[in-house]
């Protein structure tokens, strides 16, 4: 992917996960866009790890509009993409459960982590709506991913240094 269709798509989905995507919550959760397009890209494309800085821009510009603190997201979105960026060495690429595996596993610590930030750093908001609103927003992410995934599967190039590339 090129870097000015980069910078577009993550500045669209900075901007869209403040405004427009509130328009689609499903029990007050929306999807997390960024997170899910900067998985979905480090997944996909053999350099994708090059697309986690645009991801933590554009995360810091989502929180600068709507959090008391900002930055915690995205710490926890640059975990996430090193995180995929190794596990994708281990895993069939052209593979959609593989991302919708890890997708849905890494939004369920993306948000224990994120209340344990805010925990430490003061605020009073109870695990318990942590826990109730997870569950949302598992499928939520997942379903977001595998659309992204499959938008973007025949864009990919071929991963040549995968052990199951023909």
Known sequence: MSLPVLIVVFLVAGVAQ??????????????????CLTLTIVFLYEGGYRCIPFGLAASLLA????????????LLL???GIGMYIYRKY?????????LAYCAGITAVYQLFY????????NDISILVVLQS?????????????????????KAEAH??????I
Do not use: Q
């Not at 403040?18 to 997390?32: C, K, M, Q, R, S």
């Not at 997870?134 to 025949?154: E, G, R």
């Open 78 to 80: 640059f975990g996430a």
């Open 134 to 154: 997870m569950p949302m927003s598992v499928i939520y992410n997942t379903a977001f991913a595998a659309l992204l995934f499959v938008i973007m599967k025949d």
């Open 91 to 99: 895993v069939r690429v052209d593979n959609i459960l593989s991302l």
């Open 18 to 35: 403040t405004t427009l995507i509130n328009a689609f919550a499903v029990f007050g959760v929306t999807p997390d866009m960024i997170l």
């Open 160 to 165: 040549t240094n995968d052990r199951y590339y």
């Open 115 to 122: 209340w344990m930030i805010y925990k430490v750093l003061g």
């Open 63 to 74: 929180a600068s509009t709507t959090e008391d603190i900002i930055g915690v997201g995205a």
